[in-house]
């Protein structure tokens, strides 16, 4: 079975640093990964997601994430954190051609002046 | 715009009521999905379709009921509400396995 873990359920940081928000999975075959945002009241925006190739993917507003096959991670990263990144960020993972994202429970980023 | 669009955005009901939310995509996607979002616990899939007349169970399809009778159009009832069901309701949809999904904008739904 699929499943996905965010072990953290908040990270704060100051803005200036770098920030990482982790993300570990479970699945059979080759996943799909993806990040998303949600903003207070907001639906669901697309950060990034792999694929295959290149296991550094960059994505929007700054943001990547690195896939790491032996220790089924997928964080995410950004070198510079900004006060306008606290929001609250999901991990997903797709198996194969199933068609179900399953989603990891949220970790909320709060970045700090 | 092109998107997903949910009907109601907002619904408070009274246990034991009946009620069907609406899902609509003008993108011509095949897949369509329904998740429920509760605090600390992330998006939960309900039920899922892979195409204009089938549907299939997700994690926690319990007390829902879906149908997918024309591809642009995926419906979710609850029979008979429950105050476990409070929760916000998103719709999403996509045109194949691994493509980008679009979210709809959420339904809260209060069970009272």
């Known amino acids: 079975a699929q499943s996905v873990a965010q072990p953290e359920d908040q990270v704060n940081v100051a803005e200036g640093n770098p920030l990482t928000v982790k993300c570990t999975y479970s699945?059979?075959?080759?996943?799909?990964l993806f990040w998303y945002v949600q903003y207070p009241n907001r639906g669901l925006q697309f950060l990034l997601k792999?694929?295959?190739?290149?296991?550094l993917v960059k994505g929007s507003y700054g943001f990547e994430a690195e896939f790491n096959k032996s220790q089924t991670s997928f964080h995410l990263k950004k070198p510079s954190a900004l006060v306008s990144d606290s929001a609250l960020y999901f991990c997903?993972?797709?198996?194969?051609?199933?068609?179900?994202?399953?989603f990891g429970q949220g970790t909320t980023l709060q970045v700090k002046p | 715009n092109a998107g997903v669009t949910q009907t109601p955005k907002f619904r408070v009901l009274k246990t034991g009521q009946s009620m069907t939310l609406l899902c609509a995509q003008d993108?011509?996607?095949?897949?369509m999905y329904w998740y429920r979002q509760d605090p600390g616990m992330g998006l939960r899939l309900i039920h899922y379709?892979?195409?204009?007349?089938?549907?299939a169970k997700g994690e926690v399809p319990d007390g829902y009921n879906v149908s997918r009778l024309k591809k642009q159009n995926f419906l979710l009832g609850l029979e008979s509400a429950a105050p476990s069901q409070t929760s916000v309701y998103f719709c999403?949809?996509?045109?194949?396995?691994?493509?980008?999904?679009?979210f709809g904008s959420g339904t809260r739904l209060t069970v009272v």
């Open positions: 997903a993972v797709e198996s194969g051609n199933t068609g179900k994202l399953i």
């Open positions: 699945v059979s075959g080759n996943p799909y």
């Open positions: 792999y694929i295959t190739g290149d296991n």
């Open positions: 993108m011509n996607h095949e897949y």
């Open positions: 379709s892979v195409g204009e007349g089938t549907t």
């Open positions: 999403a949809s996509n045109p194949n396995p691994g493509a980008l999904r679009t």
